[in-house]
């Protein structure tokens, strides 16, 4: 059984690289092929470690990069223009297909409607990937019940709501409703049961422990009906 898992956001700087590199390290640790992809990353500049080098170590692969990369470190329609160059879906259907692995986890650049080309959006991108299942990350802070709503109604229009795991992460500087907007999703019926990410190293316990709940939430989510 193969599973593509689309890694997507509620905006920028939401935690979407550290849960796809824990639930990549968790796969590897218990046996599963799994290989960890970015297909469009901005602020590529040769120096800095990527999103994507970063999730290609986690998964114990090569780093193969993104399949479109752009230097500036804005939105990626804008990073796209400035280099006279466009996004494709086809571009990125056909590099996808040509990384195979028994789980694949793609991670967007943005947030879930964040523009991609004057014409595309990450929504259109997940989409086009056809995927098993979704992780809708989002800050564990104030504003998260109405960003993680928008989101899923955006998802809901593609049918794609019933197949996503909200993951919240610890956000760097905690307001008062962090730590207790996982049980205000659930209980206000916006998300069924979101997985809680400290903000912790990938070594930590917590963060195993958040990843390894993830899986098994992305598994459950993925297993056939009898």
């Given amino acids: 059984m193969k599973y593509r898992v689309v890694v997507c956001g509620t905006g920028t700087e939401v935690g979407k690289t550290h849960v796809a590199c824990a639930l990549l390290g968790h796969l590897v640790s218990v ?26 170590r986690r998964g114990g692969t090569r780093d193969i990069g993104a399949c479109f990369a752009f230097n500036d470190p804005v939105s990626p329609h804008l990073a796209a223009r400035r280099e006279g160059r466009a996004v ?56 998260v019940l109405h960003d993680v709503t928008v989101t899923l109604m955006a998802l809901r229009s593609l049918g794609l709501e019933s197949r996503t795991v909200v993951a919240l992460s610890a956000p760097a500087i905690a307001d008062d409703s962090t730590g207790s907007n996982a049980v205000e999703l659930t ?37 056939p009906t009898l």
Avoid: Y
């Avoid at 046996?31 to 290609?56: R, Y």
């Avoid at 523009?115 to 802070?141: G, I, M």
């Avoid at 979101?194 to 297993?223: C, H, I, K, W, Y």
């Fill in 88 to 143: 494709e879906l086809s571009a990125i259907r056909l590099w996808i297909s040509e990384h195979d692995a028994g789980w694949q986890v793609v991670e967007t650049a943005g947030g879930l409607l964040s523009p991609l080309s004057p014409k595309l959006t990450n929504l259109d991108l997940t989409r086009a990937l056809e995927p098993t299942a979704l992780v809708l990350c989002a800050p564990d802070r104030l504003g």
């Fill in 187 to 223: 209980g206000l019926g916006i998300a069924d049961r979101p997985v809680v990410f400290p903000r912790a190293t990938f070594e930590s316990r917590g963060t195993q422990d958040a990843a390894a709940a993830l899986a098994a939430r992305l598994t459950d989510l993925m297993s």
């Fill in 31 to 56: 046996g599963e092929g799994a290989l960890g992809l970015k297909p469009v990353e901005s602020g590529v500049d040769g120096e800095s470690e990527t999103d994507a080098s970063l999730l290609a």
